[in-house]
Protein backbone atom coordinates (compact mmCIF):
# COMPACT_ATOMS: atom_id res chain seq x y z
CA UNK A 1 0.00 0.00 0.00
CA UNK A 2 1.15 3.68 -0.86
CA UNK A 3 1.92 6.04 2.19
CA UNK A 4 1.41 9.91 1.39
CA UNK A 5 3.33 12.64 3.25
CA UNK A 6 3.89 15.91 2.72
CA UNK A 7 2.50 15.97 -0.79
CA UNK A 8 5.12 12.78 -1.63
CA UNK A 9 4.06 9.16 -2.65
CA UNK A 10 6.55 6.85 -0.90
CA UNK A 11 5.95 2.92 -2.41
CA UNK A 12 7.73 -0.23 -2.31
CA UNK A 13 7.77 -3.37 -4.99
CA UNK A 14 8.79 -6.40 -6.00
CA UNK A 15 11.21 -4.77 -7.86
CA UNK A 16 13.57 -4.65 -4.69
CA UNK A 17 12.98 -0.17 -5.04
CA UNK A 18 11.50 2.00 -2.15
CA UNK A 19 10.43 4.52 -4.28
CA UNK A 20 9.85 8.69 -3.25
CA UNK A 21 7.27 10.28 -6.08
CA UNK A 22 5.75 13.29 -6.33
CA UNK A 23 1.76 12.54 -6.02
CA UNK A 24 0.18 15.44 -7.93
CA UNK A 25 2.23 14.70 -10.97
CA UNK A 26 3.51 11.42 -10.81
CA UNK A 27 7.50 12.13 -11.03
CA UNK A 28 10.02 10.20 -9.18
CA UNK A 29 11.91 12.28 -6.59
CA UNK A 30 14.58 9.33 -5.48
CA UNK A 31 14.50 5.37 -5.45
CA UNK A 32 16.56 3.39 -3.00
CA UNK A 33 17.07 -0.12 -3.71
CA UNK A 34 17.10 -2.74 -1.29
CA UNK A 35 17.90 -6.18 -3.18
CA UNK A 36 15.13 -8.59 -2.55
CA UNK A 37 10.82 -8.17 -2.39
CA UNK A 38 9.46 -5.79 -0.45
CA UNK A 39 6.22 -6.48 0.71
CA UNK A 40 5.47 -4.29 3.55
CA UNK A 41 3.89 -0.50 3.34
CA UNK A 42 6.65 2.10 3.82
CA UNK A 43 6.20 4.05 6.77
CA UNK A 44 7.05 7.15 7.85
CA UNK A 45 8.14 8.99 10.73
CA UNK A 46 10.64 11.00 12.56
CA UNK A 47 11.40 12.36 9.31
CA UNK A 48 12.59 8.54 8.50
CA UNK A 49 11.11 6.51 5.50
CA UNK A 50 11.31 2.75 6.98
CA UNK A 51 11.15 0.04 5.07
CA UNK A 52 12.01 -3.95 5.05
CA UNK A 53 12.96 -6.83 3.14
CA UNK A 54 12.19 -10.13 3.51
CA UNK A 55 14.78 -12.42 1.59
CA UNK A 56 15.27 -15.91 3.27
CA UNK A 57 16.79 -16.07 6.25
CA UNK A 58 18.33 -12.51 6.73
CA UNK A 59 15.98 -9.91 5.62
CA UNK A 60 16.96 -5.99 6.09
CA UNK A 61 15.26 -3.30 7.96
CA UNK A 62 16.29 0.30 6.91
CA UNK A 63 15.24 4.05 7.47
CA UNK A 64 15.75 6.11 5.06
CA UNK A 65 16.02 10.41 5.07
CA UNK A 66 12.45 11.18 3.94
CA UNK A 67 13.72 13.70 1.45
CA UNK A 68 16.68 12.33 -0.09
CA UNK A 69 16.46 8.63 0.49
CA UNK A 70 20.01 8.04 1.81
CA UNK A 71 20.30 5.11 4.13
CA UNK A 72 20.41 6.46 7.85
CA UNK A 73 20.44 3.43 9.77
CA UNK A 74 19.86 -0.37 8.27
CA UNK A 75 19.89 -3.90 10.82
CA UNK A 76 19.14 -7.50 9.65
CA UNK A 77 18.57 -8.53 13.01
CA UNK A 78 14.79 -8.70 12.96
CA UNK A 79 15.01 -11.34 10.24
CA UNK A 80 12.71 -11.60 6.84
CA UNK A 81 10.00 -9.08 7.57
CA UNK A 82 6.42 -9.21 5.70
CA UNK A 83 4.83 -6.20 7.05
CA UNK A 84 4.46 -2.93 7.42
CA UNK A 85 5.35 -0.90 11.27
CA UNK A 86 3.50 0.55 13.16
CA UNK A 87 4.69 3.72 14.85
CA UNK A 88 4.08 5.76 18.48
CA UNK A 89 5.91 7.68 20.91
CA UNK A 90 9.50 7.13 19.27
CA UNK A 91 8.98 3.58 19.26
CA UNK A 92 8.43 0.76 15.80
CA UNK A 93 6.41 -2.29 16.23
CA UNK A 94 6.12 -4.81 13.80
CA UNK A 95 6.90 -8.85 13.44
CA UNK A 96 8.76 -11.55 11.19
CA UNK A 97 8.45 -14.66 9.43
CA UNK A 98 10.00 -16.26 12.26
CA UNK A 99 6.94 -15.70 14.38
CA UNK A 100 8.84 -12.84 16.66
CA UNK A 101 6.95 -9.30 17.39
CA UNK A 102 9.22 -6.26 18.07
CA UNK A 103 9.14 -3.16 19.72
CA UNK A 104 11.79 -1.03 18.49
CA UNK A 105 13.56 2.52 18.44
CA UNK A 106 12.86 4.12 15.58
CA UNK A 107 16.43 6.74 15.53
CA UNK A 108 18.73 3.95 16.47
CA UNK A 109 16.78 -0.24 15.68
CA UNK A 110 17.82 -0.84 19.02
CA UNK A 111 15.66 -3.74 20.43
CA UNK A 112 13.53 -2.92 23.47
CA UNK A 113 12.08 -5.99 23.62
CA UNK A 114 10.37 -8.79 21.60
CA UNK A 115 8.04 -11.63 22.17
CA UNK A 116 7.70 -14.68 20.15
CA UNK A 117 4.69 -15.85 19.46
CA UNK A 118 4.81 -19.50 19.77
CA UNK A 119 5.54 -18.77 22.92
CA UNK A 120 3.80 -21.32 25.35
CA UNK A 121 2.58 -23.36 23.14
CA UNK A 122 3.10 -27.29 21.98
CA UNK A 123 4.99 -26.02 19.03
CA UNK A 124 7.40 -23.41 21.04
CA UNK A 125 10.81 -26.03 20.92
CA UNK A 126 9.89 -26.91 17.46
CA UNK A 127 13.19 -26.33 15.91
CA UNK A 128 12.95 -22.97 13.55
CA UNK A 129 16.64 -23.31 11.76
CA UNK A 130 15.21 -23.73 8.33
CA UNK A 131 14.53 -20.78 5.70
CA UNK A 132 11.32 -18.76 6.21
CA UNK A 133 8.55 -19.95 4.03
CA UNK A 134 4.83 -18.70 4.03
CA UNK A 135 3.63 -20.94 7.22
CA UNK A 136 6.80 -22.16 9.36
CA UNK A 137 7.92 -21.07 11.00
CA UNK A 138 4.75 -19.33 12.55
CA UNK A 139 5.29 -16.17 11.24
CA UNK A 140 3.67 -12.52 11.65
CA UNK A 141 2.12 -11.78 8.40
CA UNK A 142 -0.52 -9.28 8.59
CA UNK A 143 0.51 -5.06 10.02
CA UNK A 144 -0.06 -4.54 13.73
CA UNK A 145 -2.94 -1.99 15.44
CA UNK A 146 -2.44 -0.06 18.31
CA UNK A 147 -4.23 2.29 20.90
CA UNK A 148 -2.16 4.49 23.20
CA UNK A 149 -1.18 1.07 25.32
CA UNK A 150 -1.10 -2.04 23.60
CA UNK A 151 0.43 -3.11 19.96
CA UNK A 152 -2.27 -5.84 18.85
CA UNK A 153 -0.68 -8.45 16.17
CA UNK A 154 -2.11 -12.02 14.93
CA UNK A 155 0.65 -14.93 13.54
CA UNK A 156 0.33 -18.11 12.49
CA UNK A 157 0.53 -20.01 15.19
CA UNK A 158 -3.39 -19.49 15.47
CA UNK A 159 -3.30 -16.50 18.50
CA UNK A 160 -4.32 -12.91 17.87
CA UNK A 161 -2.15 -11.07 20.46
CA UNK A 162 -2.39 -7.52 23.00
CA UNK A 163 0.94 -6.73 24.07
CA UNK A 164 2.81 -3.94 26.43
CA UNK A 165 3.68 -1.09 23.93
CA UNK A 166 6.72 -0.49 26.76
CA UNK A 167 7.48 -3.94 27.76
CA UNK A 168 5.97 -6.25 24.99
CA UNK A 169 4.19 -7.99 28.18
CA UNK A 170 1.38 -10.00 27.22
CA UNK A 171 -1.67 -8.90 28.41
CA UNK A 172 -4.20 -11.34 26.98
CA UNK A 173 -3.85 -13.90 23.56
CA UNK A 174 -7.15 -15.25 22.06
CA UNK A 175 -6.91 -18.68 19.56
CA UNK A 176 -8.46 -18.26 16.53
CA UNK A 177 -7.79 -21.81 14.87
CA UNK A 178 -6.05 -24.63 15.80
CA UNK A 179 -2.35 -24.65 17.09
CA UNK A 180 0.17 -24.84 14.00
CA UNK A 181 -2.52 -25.58 11.26
CA UNK A 182 -1.06 -21.86 9.96
CA UNK A 183 -2.31 -19.38 7.39
CA UNK A 184 -5.02 -18.10 10.22
CA UNK A 185 -4.16 -15.40 10.74
CA UNK A 186 -2.87 -14.11 8.00
CA UNK A 187 -2.48 -11.13 5.95
CA UNK A 188 -5.79 -9.90 6.98
CA UNK A 189 -4.53 -7.07 9.56
CA UNK A 190 -6.28 -6.97 12.67
CA UNK A 191 -8.19 -3.24 12.64
CA UNK A 192 -9.06 -1.61 15.86
CA UNK A 193 -12.63 -0.20 16.07
CA UNK A 194 -13.99 1.75 19.25
CA UNK A 195 -13.94 -1.12 22.10
CA UNK A 196 -13.29 -4.27 19.29
CA UNK A 197 -10.35 -5.60 16.91
CA UNK A 198 -11.97 -7.10 14.22
CA UNK A 199 -10.04 -9.55 12.53
CA UNK A 200 -9.67 -12.47 10.42
CA UNK A 201 -10.75 -16.26 11.61
CA UNK A 202 -10.16 -19.45 10.52
CA UNK A 203 -10.02 -18.44 7.02
CA UNK A 204 -13.14 -18.00 6.61
CA UNK A 205 -15.05 -15.43 9.35
CA UNK A 206 -15.33 -11.78 10.43
CA UNK A 207 -14.54 -12.03 14.09
CA UNK A 208 -14.62 -9.26 17.31
CA UNK A 209 -12.21 -9.49 19.86
CA UNK A 210 -12.78 -7.30 22.79
CA UNK A 211 -9.58 -4.96 23.52
CA UNK A 212 -9.94 -5.55 26.99
CA UNK A 213 -10.62 -9.22 27.93
CA UNK A 214 -9.40 -10.68 24.29
CA UNK A 215 -13.26 -12.29 24.22
CA UNK A 216 -14.88 -13.15 20.85
CA UNK A 217 -17.96 -11.86 21.27
CA UNK A 218 -19.13 -11.76 17.73
CA UNK A 219 -18.64 -13.46 14.43
CA UNK A 220 -19.71 -14.01 10.24
CA UNK A 221 -18.89 -16.62 8.42
CA UNK A 222 -18.29 -16.43 5.05
CA UNK A 223 -20.66 -18.19 2.50
CA UNK A 224 -19.63 -21.68 1.44
CA UNK A 225 -16.62 -22.29 -0.71
CA UNK A 226 -15.64 -18.25 0.08
CA UNK A 227 -12.15 -17.11 1.49
CA UNK A 228 -12.24 -14.58 4.17
CA UNK A 229 -8.70 -12.73 4.09
CA UNK A 230 -9.02 -8.97 3.42
CA UNK A 231 -9.08 -6.95 6.15
CA UNK A 232 -11.74 -4.87 7.59
CA UNK A 233 -12.17 -0.92 7.32
CA UNK A 234 -14.51 0.72 9.90
CA UNK A 235 -15.84 4.24 9.60
CA UNK A 236 -18.61 5.54 12.01
CA UNK A 237 -21.11 2.93 13.48
CA UNK A 238 -20.18 0.77 10.73
CA UNK A 239 -17.73 -1.93 9.58
CA UNK A 240 -16.98 -3.59 5.84
CA UNK A 241 -15.41 -6.77 4.66
CA UNK A 242 -14.80 -8.56 1.99
CA UNK A 243 -14.81 -12.70 0.42
CA UNK A 244 -13.12 -14.40 -2.27
CA UNK A 245 -14.03 -17.54 -4.34
CA UNK A 246 -11.81 -18.94 -6.38
CA UNK A 247 -8.92 -18.07 -5.79
CA UNK A 248 -6.26 -19.67 -8.49
CA UNK A 249 -7.02 -17.97 -11.84
CA UNK A 250 -9.21 -14.91 -13.25
CA UNK A 251 -12.08 -13.55 -12.86
CA UNK A 252 -12.83 -14.90 -9.79
CA UNK A 253 -15.67 -13.52 -7.23
CA UNK A 254 -15.78 -11.22 -5.05
CA UNK A 255 -17.78 -9.56 -2.62
CA UNK A 256 -17.49 -6.43 -0.50
CA UNK A 257 -20.28 -6.85 2.72
CA UNK A 258 -21.38 -3.79 5.38
CA UNK A 259 -22.07 -4.38 8.77
CA UNK A 260 -23.29 -2.42 11.77
CA UNK A 261 -20.13 -2.53 14.29
CA UNK A 262 -20.59 -4.67 17.29
CA UNK A 263 -22.03 -1.90 19.49
CA UNK A 264 -24.53 -1.62 17.16
CA UNK A 265 -25.22 -5.12 16.78
CA UNK A 266 -23.64 -6.23 14.49
CA UNK A 267 -25.96 -6.85 11.57
CA UNK A 268 -25.23 -7.23 7.42
CA UNK A 269 -26.67 -4.19 6.01
CA UNK A 270 -25.50 -4.69 2.65
CA UNK A 271 -23.24 -6.49 0.06
CA UNK A 272 -21.95 -5.80 -2.99
CA UNK A 273 -21.17 -8.36 -6.32
CA UNK A 274 -17.99 -7.34 -8.11
CA UNK A 275 -14.75 -6.79 -5.99
CA UNK A 276 -12.71 -6.89 -3.05
CA UNK A 277 -11.55 -10.40 -2.33
CA UNK A 278 -7.75 -10.66 -0.81
CA UNK A 279 -7.82 -6.90 -0.88
CA UNK A 280 -9.80 -4.68 1.33
CA UNK A 281 -12.18 -1.01 1.02
CA UNK A 282 -10.80 2.01 2.31
CA UNK A 283 -13.75 4.49 3.55
CA UNK A 284 -14.22 7.91 3.57
CA UNK A 285 -17.50 9.73 4.72
CA UNK A 286 -19.87 8.87 2.36
CA UNK A 287 -17.91 6.40 0.09
CA UNK A 288 -16.42 3.10 0.40
CA UNK A 289 -13.49 2.48 -2.43
CA UNK A 290 -11.38 -0.35 -3.42
CA UNK A 291 -9.48 -2.17 -5.97
CA UNK A 292 -10.05 -6.31 -6.35
CA UNK A 293 -8.29 -9.51 -6.74
CA UNK A 294 -10.79 -10.72 -8.53
CA UNK A 295 -10.60 -8.63 -11.60
CA UNK A 296 -8.92 -5.08 -12.85
CA UNK A 297 -11.44 -2.26 -11.73
CA UNK A 298 -11.11 0.10 -9.18
CA UNK A 299 -14.79 0.73 -7.48
CA UNK A 300 -16.78 3.39 -5.43
CA UNK A 301 -19.54 2.91 -3.71
CA UNK A 302 -22.32 4.81 -1.70
CA UNK A 303 -21.33 3.84 1.90
CA UNK A 304 -24.72 3.78 3.19
CA UNK A 305 -26.42 2.07 0.94
CA UNK A 306 -23.16 -0.26 -1.59
CA UNK A 307 -24.99 1.40 -4.76
CA UNK A 308 -22.41 1.61 -7.13
CA UNK A 309 -20.96 5.23 -8.30
CA UNK A 310 -18.34 4.73 -10.24
CA UNK A 311 -15.93 2.15 -11.41
CA UNK A 312 -12.29 2.35 -13.49
CA UNK A 313 -10.49 -0.19 -15.01
CA UNK A 314 -6.99 -0.44 -14.24
CA UNK A 315 -5.12 -2.91 -16.05
CA UNK A 316 -4.15 -4.67 -12.70
CA UNK A 317 -5.48 -6.31 -9.50
CA UNK A 318 -4.71 -5.46 -5.99
CA UNK A 319 -3.86 -8.36 -3.75
CA UNK A 320 -3.24 -8.05 -0.29
CA UNK A 321 -2.65 -3.99 -0.13
CA UNK A 322 -5.78 -1.26 -0.53
CA UNK A 323 -5.82 2.65 -1.98
CA UNK A 324 -4.71 5.33 0.28
CA UNK A 325 -7.07 8.46 0.19
CA UNK A 326 -5.55 11.93 0.20
CA UNK A 327 -7.63 14.74 -0.69
CA UNK A 328 -9.44 14.47 -3.52
CA UNK A 329 -7.93 11.35 -5.01
CA UNK A 330 -7.13 7.83 -3.95
CA UNK A 331 -3.84 6.07 -5.16
CA UNK A 332 -3.63 2.46 -5.49
CA UNK A 333 -0.55 -0.07 -6.46
CA UNK A 334 -1.72 -2.68 -8.77
CA UNK A 335 0.00 -6.21 -9.23
CA UNK A 336 1.36 -4.68 -12.93
CA UNK A 337 3.46 -2.57 -11.22
CA UNK A 338 1.89 0.69 -11.89
CA UNK A 339 0.67 2.88 -9.49
CA UNK A 340 -2.56 4.96 -10.64
CA UNK A 341 -3.99 7.92 -9.35
CA UNK A 342 -7.79 8.34 -9.24
CA UNK A 343 -10.01 11.39 -8.95
Known sequence: TPTLVDGVLFVSGTDG???????????????????????????????????????????????????????????NKFGPVWVAPVYRNGMLFFGNKRGDMFGVRASSGETVWSYYTMKDTPLEDKSTDVSPSHGWPPGVYSNPAMDDEKVYVGSWSGFYFALDQQTGALAWRTATTGIGEGGRPDSAAPLLHKNHLYVQKKGTHIAAIHKDSGDIVWEWKAPPGFLQNGSIAAHGDRIYGSVVRGVTLLPYHATIVAFKDVENGGDQVWEYDGGGGLTAPVITDDSVIFGSSADMFMTGLDANSGRLIWRTFTGGVMLENVPTIYGPRAYAHFRNGWVLAVE
Open 17 to 75: FDNAVDAVVGQEIWRFELGGHLSSTPVVAEDLVFVARQVNRTGRFCALNKKTGTLVWES
